[in-house]
């Protein structure tokens, strides 16, 4: 298909006024709305150029950025960021995303000897990074138990394979 010099100007006069929004998500499927429309352009013909940036270490990290001026807009998990905002970060809750409630659970190798959640007591917990939908949830499961819980009985796993 050929295009005028007209079409092509208006494109790059369009290019050069669009309104720049840096915005941060973990890569999960909640995201892909944002990234079909990435590669649709539909943020492009609304006037808005987003740039993308894929953050695997979670809510923590976009807290950070947010905090840092790195990020203008980042999709988190709720409860970490009023966790942030609360230590101080300048950050706001503007709209939910994800609107129902994500189900967690308190999960254990088939071979442990575990059966009962009281003899979960003292045993550490496992969590994907700091400030993650994991810690938050380990962090609140003791203390509905009436369990403290220090950063030491919490295991950082990252990602698993």
Request: charged share 20%; with cysteine.
């Amino acid at each position: 298909m050929k295009r005028s010099f007209r079409s092509v100007q208006a494109s790059v006069d369009a290019a050069t006024s669009l309104v720049p929004v840096r915005v941060g998500g973990v890569p999960e499927h909640f995201n892909l709305p944002w990234l079909l429309a990435l590669e649709r352009r539909a943020f492009v013909r609304a006037g808005v150029e987003v740039k993308w940036r894929t953050v695997p270490q979670g809510t923590g990290a976009m807290c950070e950025l947010l905090r840092r001026g790195e990020l203008d807009l980042a999709l988190m998990v709720t409860e970490g960021a009023v966790r942030d905002i609360l230590r101080g970060n300048p950050s706001r809750i503007v709209a939910p995303y994800v609107d129902s409630a994500l189900t967690w659970g308190v999960h254990v190798g088939a071979w442990t000897d575990i059966n009962e959640p009281t003899a979960l007591q003292g045993v550490p917990y496992a969590i994907s990074r700091p400030n993650s939908g994991s810690h938050l949830v380990a962090l609140n499961y003791a203390r509905s138990k009436g369990w403290s819980v220090g950063e030491e009985d919490l295991e950082v796993v990252n990602d698993l394979p």
